[in-house]
Structures are given as structure tokens and as C-alpha cells.
């Protein structure tokens, strides 16, 4: 079946977190984990100081669905797209919603095609974000070889 892929960033509406950072992701991960795995849907979320990006693959119709939902969160604004685009396989087969908050993270000064994500105020081009994400696709191939609970991340 086709794959279609997604990838966008936005700002985040800090008046809008309903707790503390750390037990909001935890608690939304967990929730958009879930849909993920009913809707068939896979991908990575990223943090940045500001901004967060978001790449989703799946079926087209699972994958639009999921950006409309993401869309209408109001602790988003100001998204634009990065790439969409049909896919021959999924980068992130293994993750329902991988996540790094590269805030401050020593993986963004070891890893130049990280920096844009971080210091970037003009667009990111669909270049700079798939080299950003095949950072970390190439790291849960590669774990997923040991670990059987990738799943989870
Ligand atoms: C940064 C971010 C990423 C999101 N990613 C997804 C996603 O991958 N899949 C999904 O179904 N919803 C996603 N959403 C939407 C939210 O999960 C959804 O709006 C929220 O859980 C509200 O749903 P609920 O009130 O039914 O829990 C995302 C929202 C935000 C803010």
C-alpha cells in the first residue's frame, strides 16, 4: 500500500499547556501513541525551543486526518509545511511517535544537520528536515535489531 509522509513545524502556545512540560509531553505521548497505533500511523516528534516539528507516515487518508487533529490543538500555531509527499517505505516503522527534545542537547552540537531545527526563524527546506530525521531513523533501525520494545518509543 502507498505511504504518504508528512512533515511540518510549529510554535508552541506555552499559555495553552495545561501541566508542567515534562508531564505534558509524557501525558500527550501517551495519547497520540494510541490514536497512532489505531490509525496505522508512524513518525517522530521533535522539540526545538520554540518550534516543535512533527513527521508523520501511514496511509494518506490516517495520515491528513492526524495533521488536521494536530492542526486544531490549540497549544500549536503558526505551522507550516516542511514536505509532504507519497514515500516508498516509513523512516520510523517501528515508532508511534519517536521524541527528542533537542533543547540544549549536546545531539544538536554533535550533529550539524541537527542545527537548523534549532536556530532556524526562516522556513526549513524539505532537505534540512529529512537530514535532520534520518538522524534518528537510522537509530531506531538500528536499535529495534535489540530491542523489542521499540513500540514504545
Ligand atoms: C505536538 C502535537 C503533536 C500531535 N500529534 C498527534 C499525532 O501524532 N496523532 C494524533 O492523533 N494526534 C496528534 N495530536 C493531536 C492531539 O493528540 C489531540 O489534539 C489531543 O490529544 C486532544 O485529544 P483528546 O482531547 O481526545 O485527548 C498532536 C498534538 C500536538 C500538540
Known amino acids: 500500500m502507498q505511504t504518504y509522509r508528512i512533515c511540518y513545524r510549529a510554535r508552541i502556545n506555552w499559555t495553552r499547556l495545561k501541566h508542567a512540560l515534562p508531564d505534558e509531553i509524557d501525558h500527550s505521548l501517551n495519547r497520540i501513541r494510541q490514536m497512532n497505533r489505531r490509525a496505522g500511523v508512524t513518525g517522530a516528534l521533535l522539540l526545538a525551543d520554540e518550534h516543535m516539528i512533527q513527521f508523520l507516515e501511514g496511509s494518506t487518508g490516517p495520515v491528513l486526518e492526524t495533521v488536521y487533529c494536530a492542526m486544531s490543538d490549540e497549544r500549536l500555531y503558526d505551522m507550516e509545511a516542511i514536505f509532504h509527499e507519497p514515500a516508498r517505505e516509513r523512516l520510523f516503522p517501528n515508532s508511534l511517535m519517536f521524541f ?54
Do not use: C, W
Open 100 to 153: 527528542r527534545d533537542l533543547t540544549g542537547s549536546v545531539a544538536a552540537s554533535r550533529y550539524p544537520q541537527l542545527r537548523p531545527l534549532i536556530d532556524r526563524p526562516e522556513k526549513l527546506t524539505r532537505d534540512e528536515g529529512l537530514s535532520a530525521l534520518h538522524t534518528f531513523a537510522g537509530d531506531v533501525v538500528q536499535s529495534s535489531l535489540t530491542n523489542g520494545m521499540l513500540m514504545l518509543a
